[in-house]
């Protein structure tokens, strides 16, 4: 059966189906689409087909932070999808930084007209015992696994036809080990891993969200993450300290 390409601009969806004419009806957001062939097609209509229906996969988008999700949320809805947003960021520390960044997802996410699902869990402890031992790959090892398990452990659980994540926009991420991640828990709770390579339009994402006055984050997420993000300031700092003389 021939599927329309689809393209989505702002509230505009267009159906490009080659030299046949047609009408469309479609929601907003988008979940299905039909398509009335007001020319016959000459391989549906000999066959009684004077429509189709196109229905939008159901995406499960994890979603790091409001800033991030921009360029991925209009980006999808131009591949014609409606991402649902899912929160959950055990890594975020403090809790004040953890508040902020979901508070400022949830504003967006309403002013954007995006549903978003939150899956509250500030994890500090829990994050410190189990990337102690091995802090420079606690994203990898554990920072990863957990958060992008998680999501597609839901989405699995809730009829998701995929998920990816809003992570795949930042090239300060180790992406192609995030890419590892998410096909390693796809496989494991069997569920499609959408992947796009969203970085190309980070800067771009990132400008929309200053406009917006969107909070920006100065570090990814926990504290030794933030320790890092400083480490030149904190360096500056020591060296600049001066020891008491002994008497």
């Known amino acids: 059966m021939l599927i329309p390409k689809i393209k989505f601009f702002g ?3 267009i159906i490009e189906c080659l030299q046949y004419h047609y009408n469309t009806l479609f929601t907003f957001p988008p ?3 039909v398509v009335f062939f007001t020319t016959p097609h000459p391989c549906l209509h000999s066959r009684g087909i004077h429509y189709i229906i196109y229905s939008m996969p159901k995406l499960l988008m994890h979603t790091c932070c ?3 999700s921009v360029y991925c949320i209009d980006s999808l809805r131009q591949e014609g999808t409606e991402p649902t947003l899912f929160w959950y960021n ?3 520390h403090p809790y004040i930084e953890y508040k902020t960044r979901r508070d400022c997802l949830k504003e967006y996410a309403k002013k954007v007209g995006a549903e978003l699902i939150i899956n509250e869990d500030y994890g500090l402890d829990e994050f410190c015992r189990n990337v102690v031992s091995d802090i420079p790959n606690r ?3 554990y920072c990863y696994p957990k958060r992008i398990g998680e999501t597609a452990k839901y989405a699995k659980e809730h009829g998701y036809d995929a998920f990816t994540t809003t992570l795949l926009v930042s090239p300060y991420q180790k992406h ?3 890419i590892k991640v998410c096909e390693r828990v796809a496989d494991f709770y069997d569920v499609d891993f959408l992947y796009r390579d969203f970085r190309v339009g980070f800067r771009e994402g990132q400008a929309k969200a200053r406009e917006l006055r969107l909070y920006m984050q100065k570090y ?5 993450s933030e320790e890092e993000r400083y480490a030149k300031q ?8 001066i020891s008491p003389s002994m008497s």
């Open 90 to 92: 055990p890594n975020i």
């Open 234 to 241: 904190i360096a500056r700092d020591q060296a600049g300290t």
């Open 176 to 178: 192609e080990e995030l």
């Open 11 to 13: 509230n505009l969806l």
């Open 31 to 33: 979940k299905k689409v």
């Open 220 to 224: 990814c997420g926990c504290i030794f």
């Open 139 to 141: 994203c990898v090892n």
């Open 66 to 68: 409001a800033p991030c």
